[in-house]
């Protein structure tokens, strides 16, 4: 009987999601303009074997001004950091700034490893990672040493930090790939990953745990996985290398000793090529789902409802919502496509989360598709998501790797910058959706700055709850996942037609704020301890 | 007063593509005759026909088969599915309310205000959006307002609209340019709207604002003062009062749906339809104060106009306010998404106010201003306090505005729309001036406190003032 019923279950997904696939999608698709030469942008990632993976950037404001301003990784070149002069809903400007001489960089996260007034970076390298001190106006200074962190000498391609509860500084956690010095590398040689807690009373991560074993990871992401309030690591590894590894989730254990959850937990083995995490509440119940980037498909995990207690077990419904994105969407061929940084934000604000997926071949590997162009899956009102890529103008020949999902000019849609290995980076700007007479702004929108306060001042682990009407959306403020790119700043919300929404703040201490009345289309700043809402106003809009 | 029933089915004949349809078809043969918004100036034929229209769409008593109940959808200003079907297609409570605009809004001539027996019960619609009671814990329950001289009322919410946020932006420019905060009274047509403080970094300190929302945005409609423009207004009823559905809102473009409240009629209103409403209530003409024969009242109201100034009810029922445009544009420039925006239109569509005949009789200032004798000042104030709460009666704050606040209604035509209050629950105007607590407390003392005489002057000014068609 209740075989019967799985297998009626299953003939109604089935059925559903075909005609989820033939229903066409009717909402608005931003149109991007790719224009990052004109902006100011030249930049390629370059280099051997080892700079297959990675090719990441860093979104931060870096001079105060609350535009993003960005730091590419140019893998075997020069590492790049590019001040934002972009006029507010105008064209995007970028500025070429000065920071000290890196190669070897594969990916970058903003950090506030300190909690002064400026923003940090890490550096994820093939050997030493370095910190880059932010002194303000856009000036960085190496800072290893300063912040006691020993930046080993691994091939790091993935980063994560989170405030565990009652530190003052953050905990970092460095993803590894192959230990290219271990015997018969790189096969089945992977390198541990590294855990630093930061001393009580100092900016000091000169105390480093190995996460063993590793299994080659490419991205690492600290998650609320549960909705209980505390982070454990996730790490998405590479099966390409790996011998009989899997995904990874540690548990923190409250600050103690990490420990990582295993099939007694209800952790089911998973064994992907893992190239990218990114998280966001499909469901509403406050607890994330996961997009996983692989090499033919995309996995979308959601905590499995027949799952015992609390345990950690996942179902994939990536093909119940969609989302597979297992070979490319145009260009005709028929073999799977290579997924790499994911990314869920509203791309047309109509207040259902998207999806972006960067994909491109490894290098030159045959049986993945060569012309392989970013997805961008929109949500739609069914909670499924429709391809719609090539209609947005993302769909270029090039090999996509890391890439920063941000509002570069202020006029509250997101645009798209994506690095791509051994091709120019790619700057989209987001120029709305199309109409007769050109183009027309899409749904409305709101963006949401947050000031934790003296420690962790942007509040990373943050929760922002927006509610408009019986419609709840969640973020949480992270540094980690994608692949090899962070950003921070103002955290952007499609509205769609709701003219206002309700603000609640859960501070990563737990403290949770009244609900706050803002108007759509605006940017806010929410000052812990400050019911009131402040506005900002960019230069030329004010 | 057009007459426009059968007149419109011939007058339109020849432009619409209902032509098969019988004359006797139990719809409402003026809807989908403007697809699209009309563009740009509308020249005398053009507005006539826009205008008959308008006014049929508002006296049309929708049926099913124009679309009208919404058995899956509430009546939320957002697309919001019910749990389950309704039970009944029409409710006095939660709606559908109303075969018609005009079955509300018809004292006292078409596009007027409602008795009691009108009254509509307000919800946002989210949760127990199907309650079947008049108990305030599920609804506010609220008066119908006239409509006249509306198009004068938004476009001087918009030019205040635009004054703050031009003083918004000049602090800001001071503050950033002089790296020090600003501070700045936010003053328009003198009314104000307290201050702002301005600071370099481009954040904006807004907790010294008062009367107006944070975005400074005024929105003139509804007794709350929550809508910013008729078009909005016009979208929110259709839906809510007879579940008749825009398609800007409820469309597929946001909801996937043609058919979002599943009544098996697809998109039920179109562009131009909303266009058409906007129109024929901005033109409504405004109401205007009358002249009465008997020299006895002449000279009471005479006095009563003294006073009404003297006992401060003018410091917020403000006489006129001056205009410096007459051109009403559809869209509003302050609307947002699930409403047409102006920057998705390439030719507005505009309306010169100016031109019609009612508006020949506005007094214009010296400097050219028309001098809109609203009675009111656009602005929100709280109404109660500790001894006077008669008009505390609601449960629930309406989108951000608290419920002992209200828009400070505009008294033009109160002469000709008893009763009063936003619960329609005052018989008298005696009794409103007293129910007058919280930011009007000193105005009602002070009547209160006035010599019987002195009274009943206020009385016989606020009866001159009338909606024009009266008389």
Same mark, same amino acid.
């Not at chain 1, 299994?215 to 690492?220: A, G, I, P, Q, V």
């Given at each position: 009987?209740?075989?019967?019923?799985?297998?009626a279950?299953?003939?109604?997904?089935?059925?559903?999601?075909?005609? $989820?696939?033939?229903?066409?999608?009717?909402g608005?698709?931003?149109?991007?303009?790719?224009q990052?030469?004109?902006?100011?942008?030249?930049?390629?990632?370059?280099?051997?074997?080892?700079?297959?993976?990675?090719g990441?950037?860093?979104?931060?404001?870096?001079n105060d001004?609350r535009?993003?301003d960005?730091f590419?990784?140019?893998?075997?070149?020069?590492a790049?950091l590019?001040i934002?002069h972009?006029?507010t809903?105008g $064209?995007?400007?970028?500025?070429?700034?000065?920071?000290?001489?890196?190669?070897?960089?594969?990916g970058?996260?903003?950090?506030?490893?300190d909690?002064?007034?400026?923003?940090?970076l890490?550096?994820?390298?093939?050997g030493?990672?370095?910190a880059?001190?932010g002194?303000?106006?856009c000036?960085?200074?190496?800072?290893?040493?300063?912040?006691?962190?020993?930046g080993?000498?691994?091939w790091?391609?993935?980063?994560?930090?989170?405030?565990?509860a009652g530190?003052q500084?953050?905990?970092?956690a460095?993803?590894n790939?192959i230990?290219?010095?271990?015997?018969?590398?790189?096969?089945?040689?992977c390198?541990?990953?590294?855990?630093i807690r930061?001393?009580s009373?100092?900016a000091?991560?000169?105390?480093?745990?190995?996460l063993?074993?590793g299994?080659?990871?490419?991205?690492?992401m600290f998650?609320?996985?549960?909705?209980?309030?505390?982070?454990?690591?996730?790490?998405?590894?590479?099966?390409?290398?790996?011998?009989?590894?899997?995904e990874?989730?540690w548990?923190?254990s409250?600050?103690g000793?990490?420990?990582?959850f295993?099939?007694?937990d209800?952790w089911?083995?998973?064994?992907?090529?893992?190239?990218?995490?990114?998280?966001?509440?499909?469901t509403?119940?406050?607890k994330?789902?996961?997009?996983?980037?692989?090499?033919?498909?995309?996995?979308?995990?959601?905590l499995?409802?027949?799952?015992?207690?609390?345990?950690?077990?996942?179902?994939?419904?990536?093909?119940?919502?969609?989302?597979?994105?297992h070979?490319?969407y145009?260009g005709?061929?028929?073999?799977p496509?290579?997924?790499?940084h994911?990314?869920?934000a509203?791309?047309n604000?109509?207040?259902?989360?998207?999806?972006?997926?960067?994909k491109?071949?490894v290098?030159a590997m045959?049986?993945?598709a060569?012309f392989?162009?970013?997805?961008?899956?929109?949500?739609?009102?069914?909670?499924?998501?429709?391809?719609?890529g090539a209609?947005a103008?993302?769909?270029?020949?090039r090999?996509?790797r890391?890439?920063v999902?941000?509002?570069?000019n202020?006029?509250?849609?997101?645009?798209?910058?994506?690095?791509?290995?051994?091709?120019?980076?790619?700057?989209?700007?987001?120029?709305?959706?199309?109409?007769?007479?050109?183009?027309?702004?899409?749904?409305?929108?709101?963006?949401?700055?947050?000031d934790?306060?003296?420690?962790?001042p942007?509040?990373?682990?943050a929760?922002?709850v927006?509610k408009t009407?019986?419609?709840?959306?969640?973020?949480?403020?992270?540094?980690?996942?994608?692949?090899?790119?962070g950003q921070?700043?103002?955290?952007h919300?499609?509205?769609?037609?709701?003219?206002?929404a309700r603000?609640?703040i859960k501070w990563?201490?737990?403290?949770?704020?009244?609900?706050?009345?803002?108007?759509?289309?605006?940017?806010?700043?929410?000052?812990r301890d400050?019911?009131?809402?402040?506005?900002w106003?960019p230069?030329?809009q004010? | 007063?057009?007459?426009v029933a059968?007149?419109l089915?011939a007058?339109?004949?020849?432009?619409v593509g209902w032509?098969?349809?019988?004359?006797?078809?139990?719809?409402?043969?003026?809807?989908?005759?403007f697809?699209?918004?009309?563009a740009g100036?509308q020249?005398?034929?053009?507005?006539?026909r826009?205008?008959?229209?308008?006014e049929a769409?508002?006296?049309?008593?929708?049926?099913?088969?124009d679309?009208?109940?919404?058995?899956?959808?509430?009546?939320?200003?957002?697309?919001t599915?019910?749990?389950?079907p309704?039970r009944?297609?029409?409710?006095?409570?939660?709606?559908?309310?109303a075969?018609?605009?005009?079955?509300?809004h018809n004292?006292?001539?078409?596009?007027g205000?409602?008795d009691?027996?009108?009254?509509v019960f307000v919800?946002e619609?989210?949760?127990?959006?199907d309650?079947?009671?008049t108990?305030?814990?599920?609804?506010n329950?609220?008066?119908?307002?006239h409509?006249?001289?509306?198009?004068l009322?938004?476009?001087?919410?918009?030019?205040?609209?635009?004054?703050?946020?031009? *003083?918004?932006?000049?602090?800001?420019?001071?503050?950033?340019?002089?790296?020090?905060?600003?501070v700045?009274?936010?003053?328009?047509?003198?009314?104000?709207?307290?201050? *702002?403080t301005?600071?370099?970094?481009?954040?904006?300190?807004?907790?010294?604002i008062?009367?107006v929302d944070a975005?400074?945005?005024?929105r003139p409609?509804?007794?709350?003062?929550?809508?910013?423009?008729?078009?909005q207004?016009s979208?929110?009823?259709?839906?809510?009062?007879?579940g008749m559905?825009?398609?800007?809102?409820?469309?597929?473009?946001?909801t996937?749906?043609?058919?979002?409240?599943?009544?098996?009629i697809n998109?039920?209103?179109?562009?131009?339809?909303?266009s058409? *409403?906007?129109?024929?209530?901005?033109t409504l003409?405004?109401?205007?104060?009358?002249?009465?024969?008997?020299?006895?009242?002449q000279s009471?109201?005479?006095?009563?106009?003294?006073?009404f100034?003297?006992?401060?009810?003018?410091?917020?029922?403000?006489m006129?306010?001056?205009?410096?445009?007459m051109?009403?544009?559809?869209?509003?420039?302050?609307?947002?998404?699930?409403?047409?925006?102006a920057?998705?239109?390439?030719?507005?569509?505009?309306?010169?106010?100016a031109?019609l005949p009612?508006?020949?009789?506005?007094?214009r200032?010296?400097?050219?201003?028309?001098?809109?004798p609203l009675?009111?000042?656009?602005?929100?104030?709280k109404m109660?306090?500790?001894?006077v709460?008669?008009?505390?009666?609601?449960?629930?704050?309406?989108?951000?505005?608290g419920?002992?606040t209200f828009?400070?209604?505009e008294?033009?035509?109160?002469?000709s729309?008893?009763?009063?209050?936003h619960?329609?629950? *005052?018989?008298?105007?005696d009794?409103?001036?007293?129910?007058?607590?919280g930011?009007?407390r000193?105005?009602?003392?002070?009547?209160?406190?006035?010599?019987?005489?002195?009274?009943?002057?206020?009385i016989?000014y606020?009866?001159?003032?009338?909606?024009?068609?009266?008389?």
């Open positions: 009987m209740q075989s019967m019923s799985k297998t279950l299953a003939s109604a997904a089935l059925i559903a999601t075909t005609a $989820a696939a033939d229903t066409p999608f009717t608005d698709v931003p149109l991007y303009q790719e990052a030469i004109e902006a100011g942008i030249d930049h390629h990632y370059t280099g051997g074997f080892e700079f297959f993976v990675g990441g950037a860093a979104s931060f404001d870096c001004d535009l993003p960005l590419l990784a140019g893998g075997q070149n020069s790049k590019y934002n972009s006029t809903g $064209a995007l400007a970028f500025v070429a700034g000065e920071i000290p001489t890196l190669t070897d960089v594969t970058a996260y903003p950090i506030n490893l909690n002064d007034e400026h923003m940090d890490i550096a994820l390298r093939l030493e990672n370095i880059l001190r002194l303000g106006g000036r960085f200074e190496t800072a290893n040493k300063h912040f006691a962190l020993d080993g000498r691994d790091t391609t993935g980063f994560s930090a989170i405030w565990e530190a500084f953050p905990t970092l460095f993803g790939y230990d290219r010095d271990a015997a018969g590398s790189p096969w089945g040689t390198a541990d990953n590294q855990l930061p001393q009373d100092a000091d991560f000169s105390a480093s745990t190995p063993s074993p299994y080659c990871s490419l991205s690492t998650t609320d996985w549960n909705n209980r309030g505390a982070f454990d690591l996730r790490i998405t590894n590479d099966r390409q290398y790996h011998r009989g590894g899997q990874q989730m548990s923190l409250g600050g000793a990490p420990r990582l295993t099939n007694r209800g089911q083995k998973l064994v992907i090529w893992g190239m990218g995490i990114a998280q966001t509440d499909l509403g119940d406050g994330p789902e996961y997009a996983l980037s692989s090499m033919g498909d995309t996995m979308l995990q959601s499995d409802a027949e799952r015992d207690g609390d345990q950690p077990r996942y179902r994939d419904i990536a093909f119940d919502r969609g989302t597979t994105a070979r490319p145009t005709g061929e028929v073999v496509s290579t997924g790499w994911t990314h869920f509203d791309f604000n109509d207040a259902r989360s998207d999806l972006f997926i960067a491109g071949n290098e045959p049986d993945f060569k392989d162009p970013d997805n961008l899956l929109l949500g739609d009102w069914r909670g499924q998501f429709s391809e719609q209609q103008g993302i769909a270029l020949d090999r996509g890391g890439a999902v941000t509002d570069f202020a006029d509250g849609m997101l645009d798209l910058l994506v690095v791509n290995r051994d091709a120019p980076a790619s700057l989209f700007r987001n120029l709305g959706v199309e109409s007769a007479d050109g183009h027309a702004p899409m749904g409305n929108f709101l963006a949401i700055e947050l934790n306060g003296a420690i962790n942007q509040a990373v682990g929760k922002i927006v009407g019986n419609l709840t959306q969640t973020h949480t403020v992270q540094i980690g996942g994608g692949h090899a790119s921070i700043g103002f955290v919300f499609g509205l769609g037609v709701a003219p206002r603000v609640q990563p201490d737990g403290k949770t704020s009244q609900f706050m009345r803002v108007f759509a289309n605006n940017f806010i700043r929410i000052e400050n019911p009131e809402p402040k506005y106003y230069q030329a004010n | 007063m057009r007459l059968a007149a089915l007058a339109l004949t020849p432009i032509a098969e349809d019988t004359p006797w078809a139990e719809k409402t043969h003026a809807l989908g005759v697809d699209s918004p009309p100036l020249s005398g034929d053009q507005l006539d826009l205008l008959d229209l308008g769409l508002f006296a049309a008593p929708f049926t099913t088969l679309g009208a109940g919404r058995p899956r959808a509430t009546q939320a200003i957002l697309p599915k019910t749990k389950r309704l009944s297609a029409f409710a006095r409570t939660s709606g559908p309310d075969n018609s605009c005009a079955s509300c004292q006292p001539v078409l596009g205000a409602g009691f027996t009108m009254n919800s619609g989210f949760n127990n959006h309650f079947d009671t108990d305030p814990e599920f609804s329950e609220r008066g119908t307002n409509l006249f001289g509306a198009g009322i938004e476009l001087l919410a918009r030019e205040i609209s635009f004054d703050l946020i031009e *003083l918004r932006r000049d602090a800001l420019s001071q503050a950033r340019a002089s790296n020090a905060p600003i700045t009274t936010l003053t328009s047509k003198g009314i104000s709207f307290g201050t *702002l301005a600071h370099p970094s481009g954040i904006v300190d807004l907790g010294d008062s009367g975005d400074l945005v005024v409609f509804t007794q709350k003062g929550v809508v910013e423009s008729l078009r207004f979208i929110n009823a259709m839906n809510h009062h007879h559905q825009a398609s800007e809102r409820f469309g597929a473009r946001w996937g749906e043609a058919d979002f409240d599943e009544d098996g998109d039920e209103l179109s562009g131009g339809d909303i058409a *409403l906007v129109a024929w209530q901005a003409p405004a109401p205007r104060i009358w002249a009465p024969d008997s020299p006895q009242w009471a109201a005479a006095k009563g106009q003294t006073n100034t003297a006992f401060g009810c003018a410091t917020c029922h403000k006129a306010l001056p205009l410096n445009s051109i009403f544009t559809d869209p509003s420039p302050f609307d947002g998404a699930g409403t047409l925006r920057s998705e239109t390439a030719d507005p569509m505009q309306i010169d106010l031109q009612w508006a020949q009789n506005l007094v200032n010296a400097q050219g201003q028309v001098m809109v009675f009111g000042d656009l602005k929100r104030h109660t306090d500790a001894e709460a008669t008009l505390g009666n609601e449960l629930f704050s309406q989108r951000f505005v419920r002992d828009m400070t209604a008294l033009w035509g109160v002469g729309t008893a009763p009063y209050g619960r329609n629950d *005052l018989t008298t105007l009794e409103i001036i007293r129910a007058h607590g930011d009007a000193a105005s009602r003392d002070a009547y209160i406190a006035a010599s019987k005489s002195n009274q009943q002057e206020i016989a606020l009866k001159t003032l009338r909606i024009s068609e009266v008389d």
